[in-house]
């Protein structure tokens, strides 16, 4: 079974432009969330997205925003990049049914996103 | 104000021996634990879970003790090999109507040498 697919994998912006990054979940998974890794804050939750609707946010600005689609695949966007945008972003998708579910999320390898 | 804590950044342990990484928690709705291993490069792949009502939790060299009064989870790597060598994330599960997040402590770097 494919794991999760994020691309692009690397990509250099300029301030203030926009990026839109994708993923694709393991066949199945019907959830998606997107992470933030930052050397100094690790792992920052991003947001959730479940059937087409966006779930749970977690604390970013409106710059950050997302998307999924009816195949599961889901989209990531961040417009007016900021120097402090630089991170890895990491897609992670999961079962929503069936037991235990223990939340366990698959991680994708990540998008590497560099603002100059 | 971060909920998770992995207060040891790094941790250097001898091939063979038990490796310890710690982690402590502020929030008492979280229900699931979770730890997460990462090597460069790569995204995070799941090791080891425990429900919140459980204590202990055990897979092969793997093992998480979960101390609810003190908000306190550990887990144990018995034996430690050079392959462990990465940077270990501790996690929990907080799960409302809206959905589920996965708060994460900010890592702790092992490195296990032969």
């Known amino acids: 079974k494919a794991g999760v697919t994020q691309t692009p994998r690397y990509l250099i912006k300029t301030r203030g432009q926009q990026v839109t990054l994708s993923c694709s979940p393991i066949?199945?998974?019907?959830?998606v969330s997107w992470y933030q890794q930052t050397p100094g804050q690790g792992l920052q939750f991003l947001f959730e997205?479940?059937?087409?609707?966006?779930?749970n946010k977690g604390n970013f600005p409106g710059r950050f925003s997302g998307r999924q689609f009816s195949n599961s695949r889901s989209e990531m966007n961040v417009s007016t990049l900021e120097l402090g945008d630089s991170a890895l972003y990491l897609c992670a998708s999961r079962w929503t049914s069936g037991s235990p579910n223990t939340g366990e999320l698959f991680f994708g390898e990540g998008s590497r996103l560099t603002v100059l | 104000d971060q909920q998770v804590k992995q207060n040891s950044p790094s941790l250097s342990v001898q091939e063979g021996r038990i490796s310890i990484l710690n982690c402590d928690y502020t929030n008492s709705m979280f229900d699931y634990f979770l730890w997460y291993k990462k090597y460069p490069a790569e995204g995070p792949t799941f090791l080891i879970s425990i429900s919140s009502i459980k204590d202990k939790n055990e897979d092969g060299r793997f093992t998480v003790f979960l101390n609810k009064s003190a908000k306190h989870l550990s887990l144990h790597i018995v034996p430690s090999q050079p392959g462990d060598s990465a940077v270990y994330f501790c996690a929990a599960r907080l799960s409302n109507q809206a959905g589920t997040a996965l708060i994460f402590g900010k890592g702790t770097t092992l490195s296990v040498s032969s």
């Open positions: 066949s199945g998974h019907r959830s």
């Open positions: 997205y479940f059937s087409e609707t966006q779930r």
